[in-house]
């Protein structure tokens, strides 16, 4: 069923993501059925869906080290990830080297396999056996022990040996005589077994490794404690979500996807596995039906066993409608909303109702600050209705924000000044949004109290290390509030941003920035900064008048009564940047 319901909201140490690709796996399917009510109780209906890959979009209290726009791969409740939105409790960065669709099924079947090879000790050196091989779980234990330095050996299907051999173990077939290929295969013996298959072979694993000390099982819930051997559960760890996305950026790892389905077909995706299918299933959802959402918004499933996946949005265009043969990411632009009155609501509805009426959706949606006029919780609170998409979204602020507020308003970030340590600063808020195939950095130019701006140590120091993070061959946009050089238009550039010179020496020794992307002037400009395009969106409240343009009166800066503006950045695989101006209509 898809349908709307309540926006979740992350408490203490949780994250919200706006969901690009969710998982499902094995458990998800019985725990719809019901097949393990008495194990795991869930109260229907509910959202289902553990693991997903998404765009951290709010931050609960205390949460550090993970910045809105960043994306990210992670784990939930046992229900609640098939949506558009989903709260996690444990994640990790996912890795530029997975798809969205092998990050939504890395969550639940690395932190299964982690906790069964961890339960089993060191590996390396050792020679271990894997039970179930080829499945999501099998697969992935496969290649972390591997990369460990085991010997290992998989049991699975003669049709699928050959994926095993990819993976660096030496396949074999299950079922009898077990024992006897084994003792061809390792004369000198298996040290460790691990379990992933549930298929009643427990006390043959023992009788193989000599103890059940040397025996783990992810599955065999029932046979485990009777027969002594250890008994791994999946649990949300983000150390160990954190290993396998190292594994995962070393290339000694790469999630296994069985296939995809269409959003229509989810009852599909939820039916028991075939038996003995490598990797993992993964759904592709079309397009819901206007005016629906999946479970509280769009969402994308994916994941160890099975995965969904809804219909991809952010940086893959591969020929996706007209003209967009060859493009790589759209990203929308908009700039200076300045919530305040029902004017600067009414125009800024215009220019997101505009953006969500599109016939595809965009890679990014980025607004270069003044986000609200005077900085108050309300302007935020209504901005943030306001701009709620079902594209993603990345907001930095202006010299009209206040970074406290911004960040509880729209960050779900409860860090005040007083926790900062500095009356009347939060501290910069400056943040990371990872696309297929482009990295946005937007910098917080902002200085409390001053219209003028200026990026601070802390900030080129967090863009300097950000662009050397960026995913090989990803194109970099560096995105704040204040322009860093003069537009000739004399009422912005006396607040512009200031000491430039520091940001172009930056940029001088990180070639791989493409392009300065800016807001504050409240008119369109194309111009250059450090031999990249500076391109500057327009306003959306008003428009600037330029020094040669008719103004009654000299303290008239403004246009009221021109239409709210944006811009279109089109990138392509070369990194060549193309950018259109549009206006927006206000009526009806």
């Not at 109260?43 to 609960?60: K, Q, S, Y």
């Not at 993970?66 to 558009?84: K, P, S």
């Not at 992810?218 to 250890?230: E, F, P």
């Amino acid at each position: 069923m898809v349908e709307e319901v309540a926006e979740p909201h992350p408490g203490g140490g949780e994250i919200r993501v706006r969901v690009t690709v969710a998982g499902v796996n094995a458990v998800d399917w019985k725990v719809r059925s019901g097949a393990v009510r008495d194990v795991l109780p869930v109260e229907l209906p509910a959202i289902p869906g553990r693991d997903a890959v998404g765009v951290v979009n709010a931050t609960g209290a205390g949460v550090r080290g993970v910045r809105v726009g960043e994306r990210v791969f992670g784990l939930g409740g046992v229900t609640g990830a098939t949506a558009e939105l989903a709260v996690f409790s444990a994640w990790a960065p996912a890795p530029g080297a997975w798809s969205d669709e092998e990050a939504a099924g890395a969550g639940l079947a690395s932190v299964t396999a982690l906790g069964g090879l961890n339960a089993l000790g060191p590996l390396r050196g050792r020679t271990l056996l894997v039970e179930g091989a080829a499945g999501g779980v099998g697969s992935a234990a496969v290649e972390i022990a591997v990369a460990r330095g085991a010997t290992v050996i998989g049991t699975a299907g003669a049709r699928n040996h050959g994926f095993l051999s990819g993976l660096g173990a030496v396949p074999t077939t299950y079922g009898p005589g077990l024992a006897q290929r084994l003792a061809a295969l390792a004369p000198g013996g298996v040290d460790l077994a691990l379990d992933t298959a549930a298929s009643g072979s427990l006390a043959d694993l023992i009788a193989i490794t000599g103890d059940p000390a040397r025996v783990a099982t992810v599955a065999d819930y029932a046979n485990a404690h009777r027969l002594g051997v250890h008994l791994a559960n999946a649990e949300n760890d983000p150390a160990l979500l954190a290993e396998a996305g190292e594994l995962g950026r070393q290339g000694r790892y790469t999630p296994r996807i069985e296939r995809t389905y269409p959003l229509e077909r989810i009852a599909d995706a939820h039916a028991p596995p075939h038996a003995d299918t490598p990797g993992e299933s993964s759904w592709s959802a079309s397009e819901p039906a206007p005016g629906h959402r999946l479970a509280g918004g769009r969402s994308r499933p994916a994941c160890p066993g099975r995965s969904v996946a809804g219909q991809r949005v952010p940086g893959t265009h591969t020929g996706v409608g007209p003209g967009r043969e060859h493009t790589m990411a759209v990203i929308a632009h908009l700039s200076d909303i300045h919530i305040d009155d029902e004017r600067s609501v009414r125009r800024t509805r215009a220019v997101v109702d505009y953006l969500e009426d599109l016939p595809y959706d965009l890679d990014l949606v980025l607004v270069t600050g003044d986000v609200a006029d005077h900085g108050a919780d309300e302007e935020y609170a209504t901005a943030r209705g306001l701009l709620d998409s079902r594209h993603p979204v990345l907001v930095c602020p202006g010299n009209h924000d206040d970074r406290g507020a911004f960040r509880r308003g729209l960050l779900g970030d409860a860090t005040d000044a007083a926790d900062a340590g500095d009356a009347g600063d939060a501290g910069a808020v400056d943040q990371v949004y990872r696309g297929a195939g482009f990295t946005v950095l937007a910098c917080d130019s902002s200085v409390p109290g001053k219209p003028e701006g200026w990026l601070g140590d802390e900030t080129l120091e967090w863009l300097a290390a950000e662009v050397g993070r960026a995913p090989e061959g990803d194109a970099v946009l560096v995105a704040f509030h204040h322009p860093p050089v003069e537009l000739h238009v004399p009422y912005v550039d006396g607040i512009r941003q200031f000491d430039a010179g520091r940001l172009a020496e930056l940029a001088g020794r990180h070639p791989r920035i493409t392009a300065f992307l800016a807001g504050h002037a409240h008119t369109a400009a194309a111009t250059t900064f450090a031999g990249r395009p500076l391109l500057v969106a327009p306003g959306v409240v008003n428009t600037v008048r330029l020094p040669w343009e008719r103004q009654a009166h000299a303290d008239h800066h403004v246009h009221l009564d021109q239409p709210p503006a944006l811009a279109f950045h089109v990138l392509t695989e070369d990194h060549r940047l193309t950018t259109h101006f549009r206006t927006v209509s206000t009526e009806g």
